[in-house]
């Protein structure tokens, strides 16, 4: 676009920052932060697998450009300062995520936390991804999973969308995970989903349900409690195990 072309708002690059970065013997860096934000933000390049790993290559050249000059972190001439070792894991998760490969993108979001665990939408994609992930020992990662659901409720604000989502699945673990948790304790977690789902609706209006998906999640929660009906053989032993006799080793490694 031209410069000063009134719909320049809605495109990710105006002509300016677009003239910046690809300007004659422009720094390396600048280069790799297009490619990075056309890879994440463009959807006709994510339905290309061959530009995604290009946009991989570029974010780990970026942060290896960060380990070489720790300067270049948050530096206000280089996307306002925005421009960090977490966000660059977070940016690697969204593209190993659109490759369908969970367990690296949960990993990213791992490295992310142990560069700054304040970034509570990074622990709430990292517990979601966990959550949704099919493995052998869901059990196990129950009492885990559930404990980093806590934190991101606790953390998040009280209009957070993130709230519905977390006892969404909550209530999902719970009633899987009978062996450590009571059918009134998923209850209660269903009860919160609708609370926070009825403010998001009052916040944002009745569409709602279908931002990010969440309509199916919450069918999906009513449908396991229409599973675990009164009379069932699992909903007698789910509250006839007292939780505190249970006990729980977690994991070594939770990814």
């Not at 940016?91 to 990213?108: G, P, Q």
């Not at 789902?197 to 990010?212: A, C, I, N």
Request: with cysteine.
């Amino acid at each position: 676009l031209p410069p000063h072309d009134p719909s320049a708002e809605d495109y990710l690059l105006d002509f300016k920052l677009l003239q910046n970065l690809l300007r004659p013997g422009g720094d390396r860096i600048a280069m790799s932060i297009l490619n990075i934000m056309l890879g994440i933000y463009s959807e006709s390049y994510r339905e290309n697998q061959l530009f995604l790993m290009t946009t991989l290559t570029e974010t780990d050249e970026v942060l290896k450009m960060i380990e070489t000059d720790p300067s270049l972190e948050r530096n206000k001439h280089i996307l306002e300062g925005c421009l960090t070792r977490p966000i660059l894991h977070f940016r690697r998760s969204d593209i190993y995520y659109a490759l369908s490969n969970f367990k690296m993108a949960a990993k990213e979001l791992t490295a992310a936390l142990k560069l700054d665990q304040k970034l509570i939408i990074i622990r709430y994609q990292r517990v979601k991804i966990w959550s949704d992930m099919n493995e052998n020992d869901f059990n196990l990662r129950a009492n885990k999973l559930i404990s980093e659901w806590k934190i991101v409720i606790k953390e998040s604000h009280s209009d957070s969308r993130q709230l519905k989502w977390a006892y969404a699945y909550m209530s999902i673990i719970m009633l899987e995970a009978f062996q450590f948790f009571t059918y009134e304790e998923a209850h209660k977690c269903s009860i919160k989903m609708e609370d926070s789902s009825k403010r998001q609706d009052e916040l944002y209006g009745q569409l709602e349900d279908d931002f990010g998906g969440f309509g199916p999640l919450r069918k999906s929660v009513h449908n396991r409690f229409d599973l675990k009906a009164s009379g069932t053989k699992e909903r007698k032993f789910l509250d006839s195990i007292p939780k505190d006799k249970v006990k729980f080793t977690p994991p070594k490694n939770s990814g």
